[in-house]
């Protein structure tokens, strides 16, 4: 075991080295293109305070990089850094533990992501087009050093308008988001809103139920993650590995989700279903559950007419399974939530925060 402990020591010591940071040391490294302003930082340790803070050091290479360091005697450092002096970044504390040296990208402009719509986009697997809606982080113009985790949902046409979405109900998925990031509960993300099809039913679902059919989830699979995704990957400045991609629909379409991501534990690290359609055909995700893979999975259902009983049986065959709840299995119940977009928009955030928390991105 000392031994053992030896060799994290060592392991650990060389990664800070060829870092550039100085041994014994706890450096930040703040990513932003601050032009005369400079950076700043506030800290509750060292000589930077929490009420002026001091300034950082710009390297020469690469450019716009600024530095600051701490012993790491004090410990863990909770810092923020300021455009010139009065600035501060948007979002949470940043968190450095002793002896790391951490990168960071943050904003100073106002906390309002972006949607865009991507038209007529095609499915050479489902011979079909659709629009993606892309919402992008309120960052993104502002920092183009950043890149950032990406979420895929299904029914993009619910998550961001009331024009377009059912009964005239959005999900105010970039509201929310925003309003997250902004009080640093989550980190920025880049979600893709995939429109669903006329053949929604069949595009969303294994074959086949008794009564709707269905059968088309392997199609659908192949166009979000052979298609869909390689676009996004190259279209925008994205964290393309799985523990920054993450899955997410209702209904259906968490069903959909669910089982891509069982399907594709290499190219999801997150996946949810909000009042997954676990009964589907006869609840045979449920009688015959997928064998364990390394993805954290968010279930939720309301307690009103919203399948509550199967999405709780499922989560018990996820649990028999070797999921562990809260850690890679997250269960929510909605009281008095039923099957709508509404009671959707109303919990979206649980999803949200689950995969997202604020710190956890890592450029």
Not at 29 to 46: L, P, Q, S, W
Not at 61 to 89: C, F, H, Q, R
Not at 353 to 359: D, I, S, V, Y
């Amino acid at each position: 075991m000392k031994l053992f402990t030896k060799g994290l020591a060592a392991l650990a010591a060389g990664l800070l080295l060829a870092a550039g940071a100085d041994a014994g040391a706890t450096t930040v490294r703040v990513h932003y293109t601050a032009g005369k302003e400079g950076i700043r930082i506030r800290a509750d340790k060292g000589a930077a305070g929490w009420s002026k803070g001091v300034a950082a050091t710009a390297s020469d290479a690469p450019l716009n990089v600024w530095t600051y360091t701490w012993p790491d005697a004090l410990g863990e450092i909770a810092m923020k850094p300021t455009l010139g002096e009065d600035k501060v970044s948007i979002g949470g504390v940043y968190k450095l533990a002793p002896g790391a040296t951490v990168d960071i990208y943050p904003f100073f402009g106002a906390p309002f992501g972006k949607v865009s719509v991507v038209k007529d986009f095609a499915s050479p697997q489902l011979n079909n087009k659709r629009s993606l809606r892309i919402y992008l982080p309120p960052s993104y113009e502002e920092n183009p050093a950043k890149r950032y985790p990406v979420l895929y949902m299904q029914d993009g046409q619910n998550l961001f308008d009331a024009k377009t979405a059912a009964f005239g109900v959005e999900w105010r998925v970039d509201e929310t988001i925003n309003r997250l990031v902004a009080t640093g509960v989550m980190d920025e993300v880049i979600v893709v809103g995939i429109d669903a099809s006329p053949d929604r039913i069949p595009e969303y679902t294994p074959c086949c139920d008794p009564k709707y059919g269905g059968g088309q989830i392997n199609a659908y699979d192949a166009f979000v993650t052979a298609t869909v995704k390689p676009f996004v990957d190259r279209s925008y400045r994205t964290l393309p590995g799985k523990d920054s991609t993450a899955i997410l629909g209702s209904s259906l379409g968490g069903l959909a989700a669910v089982a891509i991501a069982q399907r594709h534990p290499d190219v999801f690290g997150q996946a949810g279903a909000m009042s997954g359609s676990f009964w589907w055909n006869d609840g045979a995700a449920i009688a015959k559950p997928a064998n364990k893979v390394p993805v954290r999975f968010y279930l939720d259902a309301g307690t009103r007419d919203d399948g509550a009983a199967d999405t709780l049986r499922m989560r018990d065959a996820m649990l028999g399974k070797g999921y562990k709840e809260g850690t890679d299995l997250m269960f929510y119940s909605a009281e008095g939530a039923r099957h709508n977009e509404k009671s959707w928009s109303e919990r979206v955030d649980k999803p949200l925060a689950w995969f997202f928390p604020w710190g956890a991105s890592r450029q």
